[in-house]
């Protein structure tokens, strides 16, 4: 697909462009005093892992998050930096659009600034209080993240899009939106129209360049 301009980028934040899973897992485990296997460390065993704790105590979990500086840990996704600084040079207008919730919204924006990335971007979406609707567990509904993410990259008018969660990256690409699906334990069963799965930030580069040419 060719564009008479150069793209909209819409970048999904956890385990895109900050290596999420890894610290957020783990710790929620020793918070509720479970112990992980090897293959648990991924958003594909979290629901189990999640339906074990009331949808309180995840709360209580998510301030204690904030409250004790937990996103700013976090390590930035190998060759992200490079691949953000090489599309704005090149004059691609890049977006983060995020499932985070908006009271995320200072911790994640110190944690890009810490990256050295909001000169690279221009807007930082994260998803409202209309994307927290609980579903039937109590726990947040995934539909208002996948909701919150079509919404803004139509707005928006995003072309490409880098994912790693299945649901959102089913419902853009149906949108029309090319995804470059970031290779993770918990997408593989995704196969479809629409999606190009990358293992680096080096093959999603190309892979944008490729089909905005």
């Known amino acids: 697909m060719a564009f008479e301009t150069q793209a909209r980028v819409g970048i999904d934040l956890d385990d895109v462009l900050a290596e999420c899973a890894s610290s957020y897992i783990p710790r929620f485990a020793a918070r509720f005093g479970m112990t992980l296997e090897t293959n648990e460390v991924g958003w594909h065993a979290f629901d189990s892992l999640a339906a074990r704790v009331t949808a309180e105590d995840q709360e209580t979990f998510r301030g204690e998050l904030i409250r004790d500086g937990f996103w700013m840990t976090l390590q930035v996704c190998p060759g992200a930096t490079t691949a953000l600084r090489s599309l704005s040079a090149a004059g691609y207008s890049l977006f983060v659009i995020s499932g985070r919730a908006e009271r995320l919204r200072l911790p994640t924006e110190a944690w890009l600034n810490s990256q050295n990335l909001v000169p690279l971007l221009e807007g930082v979406c ?75 930030w080096s093959e999603a580069t190309l892979a944008v360049l490729e089909r905005t040419a």
């Open 126 to 200: 994260l998803k409202g209080r209309s994307g927290l609707k609980p579903s039937a567990s109590g726990r947040p509904n995934p539909q208002g993240m996948v909701d919150h993410k079509v919404r803004f990259a139509t707005e928006l008018g995003i072309q490409v899009f880098c994912e790693d969660e299945p649901l959102p990256a089913l419902a853009l690409a149906g949108r029309g939106i090319d995804v470059m699906l970031f290779d993770r334990p918990w997408n593989q069963h995704v196969n479809a129209a629409g999606i190009t799965r990358v293992r680096s």
